[in-house]
């Protein structure tokens, strides 16, 4: 067990349809990041928080959007759904914003929110 | 050509054996480099992490970087049943995890 907890798990939801992923990150860590994984594209970074601020942003889609709370969580909005968006959507946290393994920023990966656009 | 080209597999392999699991990318400006392990249905976790050219080796993990050939190993020795996962090669220019660009992934099953 990674500490980092998502939900839902499994998601199944039709096309032009809006949902929410939520992510709680380990204890004490501030930075959360999330992950697209599907088959075509593998694994891909969407966006970062730290702290509550929008740290850097990768290949999201203007239909996605995140945030961070002020108690750490984050939560992914994924809005005008279509079947390509049918994927694994991880989130990652980690206690520090920019360095990596290199500077002992480990980071963490929760099980992931399997999402099916039907 | 991807950024990252790496062999799906699945990669067979008795318990016991050695395995390479490899990765090729096009970007010279990478130097770091890392491998993440996903078990089925789990979070990849970051196996191994080197930076620049070079070989690093933890327990029964070796991860070797040749910069001049673009070209990344991992090796597992004493392959156990256990080590049956997805491995993930990923890379970047800083040492970072918001930049990284990830192989698609190798599938080893290493049978008792």
């Known amino acids: 067990d990674s500490g980092v907890t998502q939900t839902p798990k499994h998601l199944i939801t039709a096309t032009g349809q809006r949902v929410t992923l939520r992510c709680s990150p380990r204890?004490?860590?501030?930075?959360v990041y999330w992950y697209q994984q599907s088959l075509d594209q593998g694994l891909q970074f969407l966006i970062q928080?730290?702290?509550?601020?929008?740290?850097a942003k990768g290949n999201i889609l203007e239909r996605f959007s995140a945030q961070q709370f002020p108690d750490l969580h984050s939560e992914l909005n994924l809005s005008s759904l279509e079947l390509g968006d049918s994927a694994l959507y991880f989130c990652?946290?980690?206690?520090?914003?920019?360095?990596?393994?290199?500077?002992?920023?480990?980071?963490?990966f929760g099980e992931g929110s399997w999402l099916t656009v039907v | 050509q991807k950024e990252v080209e790496q062999d799906p597999g699945p990669l067979s392999v008795p318990e016991g054996a050695i395995v390479s699991l490899n990765c090729t990318y096009s970007n010279s400006a990478f130097q770091y480099f890392m491998w993440y392990r996903q078990y089925s249905r789990k979070g990849p976790e970051l196996l191994m992490y080197?930076?620049?050219?070079g070989n690093k080796e933890d327990g029964r993990f070796t991860a070797q970087v040749d910069k001049s050939s673009k070209y990344i190993s991992l090796f597992i020795r004493d392959s156990q049943p256990s080590d049956s996962a997805t491995y993930l090669c990923a890379m970047s220019w800083n040492s970072g995890y918001s930049t990284l660009t990830f192989g698609k992934g190798t599938m080893l099953l290493v049978s008792p």
């Open positions: 204890s004490g860590d501030l930075s």
């Open positions: 080197t930076y620049s050219s």
């Open positions: 990652a946290s980690s206690v520090e914003e920019a360095t990596g393994p290199s500077g002992g920023n480990t980071i963490y």
């Open positions: 928080y730290y702290n509550g601020e929008e740290r």
